[in-house]
C-alpha cells in the first residue's frame, strides 16, 4: 500500500484530480454565477478551437503539413 502512495504515477493522478476538483468548485461557485469570466474563458477557448481547426484543414487541403 504504501508503494502505491509513493508512486509517481499515483502522485501525478492524485494532483491532477485534486487541481480539477479545485477548478471545478472555483467554476460552479464564483466563475459561472459571475458570468463575465465565463464568457471570456468560453469565447478565447471557441477561437482557439476554430483558428486550430482552420490551420489544420487548411494545411491538409494545401499539403504542407
Given at each position: 500500500m504504501n508503494n502505491i502512495i509513493k508512486s509517481p504515477v499515483t502522485k501525478f493522478?492524485?494532483?491532477?484530480?485534486?487541481?480539477?476538483?479545485?477548478?471545478?468548485?472555483?467554476f460552479?461557485?464564483?466563475?459561472?454565477?459571475?458570468?463575465?469570466l465565463d464568457k471570456?474563458?468560453?469565447?478565447?477557448?471557441?477561437?482557439?478551437?476554430?483558428?486550430?481547426?482552420q490551420n489544420l484543414l487548411t494545411a491538409l487541403i494545401l499539403g504542407t503539413m
Open positions: 493522478l492524485l494532483l491532477t484530480f485534486s487541481l480539477y476538483g479545485v477548478w471545478l468548485v472555483l460552479e461557485m464564483l466563475i459561472k454565477p459571475w458570468g463575465m471570456i474563458i468560453t469565447e478565447n477557448i471557441s477561437y482557439f478551437i476554430c483558428t486550430s481547426e
